[in-house]
């Protein structure tokens, strides 16, 4: 096998936008919050099977209890984030305004950890993929998929390149900055982990160079003699959104372009948040699951922008009176980044696994536009880093036109909104494209439906 070169610079990729950085956390140390009074836990926080509750109401947990789980193959267990008593198994409303159900714990302040929590024994590739599992992890960037599945590489598919996402390119979100400057080493155990066990001999770590601190960090560590084969490289990328995304990054590092409908495995390359890979090292030293997240705190409305350690399931209300509470109202409240974030209706709603940000922001910076005519300038198609028409996308998501979204490939879109960020008229594109895929996922369903219902006949 060809041994394998590392880029000495990124390779050029299409596309993005110069969103503001407002980076305003990126140097202040990370805080950990303690056990608020109830924590809600709902049973879908990734992507693919929900979970069922395995506790019944009234039940003691402790810290690191798995109290839910799934035999789905594409699935995470759900551990206790608080010491305390089962509440009630009720319904809550996501941030996609989907209703599912949720175990209440109500906190006893002891934070007191499961007897059952050991580190697991990782002696092959086997082990460390139910370890992973057991772990209850999934992407900490803010997709939710299960690491197990993703580290779960098939056989036909010959991966050669780890990538570690550094980016972190959506504005205000610094945790993964934090994470590399408070936790360093524990990012390259994990990679050691992964690389080792998957027989992965080239990594690259891809992180925009707006962040000197972290690169020298990173890169003093893997110079040094834990990586004796030089097979650990950090590459900084042009800052600009949406490098972070995982096809524009697979082509930033490696020049390599995931096909249509295709995986990063289908182009050689495995891709792992940095927040994840940390995590897990953490894991196997500690045997701690998936209980807490760090998460940016930030926006105009918010009296002390933080990043804040808080246990999954924590009320976000919590959270932002835990950094000091408003110092007006939000204007708008987002759960993630500005960019692909979710506008909250309010506060009531929980810290999930995937969630990296809250984002409370004032008029000024959220404020909304009234659309006008497009003028047919093109911005939209220059910006657009999967190279589809924006404009022709939202038009016939507007009509309803399910041929004419899949004539224009409305399922590559990646929903990055560079669209309507670069749009001089406003327009909602991105939204309007959302809705397109929703109609044609809808009409995929009521096709199978009717197939289904034709052969019982």
Request: proline letters at 7%; one cysteine or more.
């Amino acid at each position: 096998m060809a041994e394998l070169s590392f880029p000495k610079r990124p390779y050029r990729t299409k596309g993005g936008v110069h969103a503001p950085h407002n980076k305003h956390t990126a140097h202040k140390e990370s805080v950990v919050m303690p056990a608020p009074a109830m924590v809600a836990l709902p049973m879908t926080q990734h992507i693919g099977a929900p979970c069922k509750p395995i506790v019944k109401v009234g039940e003691t947990v402790d810290v690191g209890q798995q109290i839910a789980g799934s035999d789905a193959f594409v699935s995470a267990p759900i551990h206790a984030s608080v010491s305390g008593k089962v509440k009630k198994i009720d319904k809550i409303t996501m941030p996609d305004g989907s209703r599912v159900d949720a175990i209440f714990i109500e906190s006893d302040g002891e934070m007191r950890l499961s007897p059952e929590i050991k580190p697991p024994k990782v002696e092959s590739l086997s082990d460390l993929l139910t370890a992973v599992r057991n772990s209850g992890l999934v992407g900490l960037g803010g997709a939710g998929f299960p690491a197990s599945v993703k580290l779960n590489i098939p056989a036909d598919k010959n991966v050669d390149t780890l990538i570690i996402n550094v980016a972190e390119c959506e504005p205000y979100i610094t945790s993964d900055h934090r994470e590399i400057l408070e936790n360093s080493w524990d990012v390259v155990s994990g990679i050691i982990t992964v690389k080792d066990f998957l027989d992965i001999h080239r990594v690259i770590i891809g992180i925009e160079d707006n962040k000197p601190d972290a690169i020298k960090a990173l890169r003093e560590i893997a110079d040094s003699s834990v990586d004796p084969k030089d097979e650990i490289r950090v590459l900084p990328i042009k800052a600009s959104y949406p490098q972070g995304a995982e096809k524009i990054l697979i082509k930033a590092c490696t020049g390599r372009e995931v096909p249509v409908g295709g995986l990063p495995s289908d182009a050689g390359c495995l891709v792992m948040n940095v927040g994840s890979i940390a995590f897990l090292a953490r894991y196997l030293k500690t045997g701690i699951p998936l209980i807490s997240r760090r998460l940016t705190v930030d926006g105009g409305c918010i009296a002390d922008p933080v990043n804040v350690i808080a246990p999954i399931g924590t009320p976000i209300k919590d959270v932002i009176e835990f950094v000091g509470g408003y110092k007006e109202p939000p204007y708008k409240l987002i759960m993630g980044g500005p960019m692909m974030g979710i506008a909250l209706p309010n506060d009531e709603l929980f810290i999930l696994k995937q969630n990296n940000a809250i984002l409370a922001l004032s008029e000024k910076e959220a404020r909304d536009y009234t659309p006008s005519a497009c003028i047919r300038c093109g911005k939209c198609l220059d910006a657009c880093p999967m190279r589809l028409q924006p404009l022709e996308l939202a038009n016939a998501a507007n009509r309803g036109d399910i041929d004419g979204l899949n004539f224009y490939h409305a399922m590559n879109c990646m929903e990055c909104g560079c669209c309507s960020f670069i749009c001089p008229a406003k327009r909602h594109l991105v939204q309007n494209i959302r809705m397109g895929k929703a109609l044609m996922q809808k009409a995929k369903r009521e096709a199978i439906a009717a197939k289904d219902k034709g052969g019982k006949k």
